[in-house]
């Protein structure tokens, strides 16, 4: 099985009155990981942070920007432990590392003030770009048709109960009709997973890995029973 695991960043609401042009965009994206390489990310993650972050640090996320200016907030999570200097040496670490793990990113980016300029009724920038991230997921599975990974589960980040609704919505309808790109969805799990944390690199709840700690991976290896 593969696992998507997705978060946002931006603005994905149109009738935000700040909105305006070179300024605004919305992102989804993440991580795509193979099921047999689950478990072994996750501790090599974990190891990563105890090696290079202060012990401070360990169970807060990892958030590029911060890393990237650290002194430039006063709520910057990492001020009282890093300086400048720290903070940009610790983000490239991680990027390093990151890069060497078996995992593939995907990400859309939507343009919100073309998407509202070019059209008299747009469409949420969240159902738009879920809808793309979809179609690109399932054309990865089927196309590459790994007899050991043959299905994909989804796990959305929790934004908002307008969004989750939305997109569960969305989820059902195009697995069910598909869409004008792709017809066949069966390589897709049926239900979209939505949790109440960040799900990937970039975050941890109490237990200092990658995807969540052990809440999600026991959720991860019911679903994988399922399937088995």
């Known amino acids: 099985m593969y696992f998507l695991f997705l978060d946002e960043s931006g603005n994905p609401w149109l009738d935000n009155a700040k909105i305006r042009e070179q300024s605004n965009y919305f992102l989804l994206g993440g991580l795509i990981i ?72 995907i990400a859309i980016i939507i343009d919100n003030h073309n998407l509202k300029l070019k059209y008299l009724y747009p469409v949420n920038p969240y159902d738009f770009a879920y809808k793309l991230i979809l179609e690109k997921f399932q054309l990865i599975i089927s196309k590459r048709n790994d007899p050991n990974n043959k299905l994909g589960l989804i796990n959305l980040a929790h934004y908002s109960n307008r969004i989750t609704v939305n997109l569960t919505k969305i989820h059902n309808e195009i697995l069910h009709n ?46 994988q029973k399922i399937w088995n």
């Open 178 to 223: 598909g869409t004008d790109y792709v017809s066949d969805y069966s390589n897709i799990y049926y239900k979209l997973q939505v949790l109440g944390l960040v799900l990937y690199f970039f975050s941890v709840n109490s237990n200092p890995g990658m995807i969540g700690g052990n809440s999600f991976q026991k959720m991860c290896s019911g679903t």
């Open 34 to 105: 193979k099921e047999e390489h689950f478990t072994k990310v996750d501790l090599e993650f974990k190891q990563f942070k105890k090696d290079n972050f202060p012990k401070e640090l360990i169970n807060l996320p990892i958030h590029a920007v911060d890393l990237n200016q650290v002194s430039r907030s006063k709520d910057n999570i990492y001020k009282p432990y890093l300086t400048d200097v720290q903070g940009k040496e610790l983000l490239k670490k991680s990027y390093d590392f990151i890069a060497k793990l078996p995992i593939e990113t």
